[in-house]
């Protein structure tokens, strides 16, 4: 009776609390990247949908060369944890929040 009453309670706190939730891309679903001003970088995935994420930081090389991921783990691009270095430069950005989707598919 206990372990059902606290798995309720977890399950209403994370239904309460949805910014508890980290977002996470997984890696084969990006099919495109970019930024236009340096702080902002948008992903298009395959499903159709959009994710625009806050970089910490201006990452200003970022708007004229690609880049490569630094992935630890899993084979997901996570919110707060990734990082990416900039190719010529070595600039190394590290991704902040997700704004919600637009179009597409809603994640599930």
Request: glycine share 10%.
């Amino acid at each position: 009776m206990t372990t059902i009453r606290i798995a309720t309670a977890f399950a209403l706190i994370a239904l309460a609390s949805p910014a508890w939730a980290k977002v996470c891309l997984p890696v084969q679903d990006i099919v495109g990247t970019k930024s236009d001003d340096g702080k902002l970088l948008t992903f298009k995935l395959r499903n159709g949908q959009t994710l625009v994420n806050h970089l910490q930081g201006v990452c200003s090389d970022l708007i004229f060369n690609g880049f490569e991921w630094t992935i630890r783990g899993t084979e997901t691009v996570c919110e707060n944890e990734e990082s990416l270095r900039v190719l010529h430069s070595g600039q190394v950005c590290v991704l902040g929040k997700f704004d919600p989707p637009t179009g597409g598919h809603t994640p599930g």
